[in-house]
């Protein structure tokens, strides 16, 4: 399994302001996925980043309001621009990782954000 | 296309009883199919997973859930349920087409354990 790290774990932030979320794995990985939690609701996949071509973005997400970079292939970062309070939610990192020989999503432990 | 569906947002059991959350799921291609748990304040953790190997697929926690094809489910079982066990569950597809490696979230499903 993979272990992930986010950063900030948490933040509150004013309206119109922007955010950029950190994500850290610990081995090398082709495709990094960027999910949101809205509060009380499931996870909704925001965008895939694999290294060295631009994100796609799921339906219902853009890149102006959610830019993503993948430098290298341990590492990610999601900004979440012009904030109002709708973009309160748990954003999560996420990379595919093998257990016991078959593939499995393992997810970081998040980055709640509270926007006022 | 894939999805999934979760029959039940929130299920009660007294501790020591089983447990069953339900899941069924539609998907192109052979899916992948797994569960997660969520408990509050805490990361998603991997309970167990179905990749076309046994239909009976045996978790962490005592936890199993039963991949049955002809009826496109795939729940979630376990013979006594834990105080510790309480917590949000999520059933999640993923196939292998043009959706590879992209997993599809159920609404999920809230699990009391009353003691």
């Known amino acids: 399994s993979a272990v992930i790290s986010q950063k900030p774990s948490r933040d509150i932030c004013q309206r119109g302001t922007s955010l950029t979320i950190q994500c850290q794995v610990d081995?090398?990985?082709?495709?990094m996925f960027w999910y949101r939690q809205q509060p009380g609701q499931s996870l909704t996949l925001i965008a895939t980043a694999n290294q060295g071509s631009e994100a796609t973005y799921e339906s219902g997400f853009v890149i102006d309001k959610f830019p993503i970079s993948r430098p290298n292939l341990t590492f990610s970062t999601l900004t979440v621009s012009n904030m109002s309070p709708e973009d309160s939610s748990i954003y999560l990192c996420?990379?595919?990782?093998?257990?016991?020989?078959?593939?499995?999503?393992?997810f970081g432990p998040g980055t709640r954000l509270t926007v006022l | 296309a894939q999805s999934v569906t979760q029959l039940d947002s929130h299920v009660s059991v007294s501790e020591g009883t089983p447990v069953l959350l339900r899941c069924n799921y539609s998907s192109s291609y052979s899916p992948s199919l797994f569960w997660y748990v969520q408990h509050p304040n805490k990361g998603l953790q991997l309970l167990l997973k179905?990749?076309?190997?046994?239909?009976l697929v045996k978790g962490i926690n005592g936890f199993e859930a039963e991949f049955k094809k002809s009826e496109t489910s795939f729940h979630l079982t376990k013979p006594s349920a834990h105080m510790s066990d309480a917590a949000e569950y999520f059933c999640?597809?993923?196939?292998?087409?043009?959706?590879?490696?992209?997993?599809?979230f159920g609404d999920g499903t809230t699990l009391t354990v009353k003691p």
């Open positions: 996420s990379v595919e990782g093998t257990s016991g020989g078959a593939v499995a999503q393992y």
């Open positions: 999640v597809v993923s196939d292998q087409g043009a959706n590879a490696g992209k997993s599809t």
């Open positions: 081995s090398q990985v082709t495709m």
């Open positions: 179905y990749t076309s190997a046994a239909t």
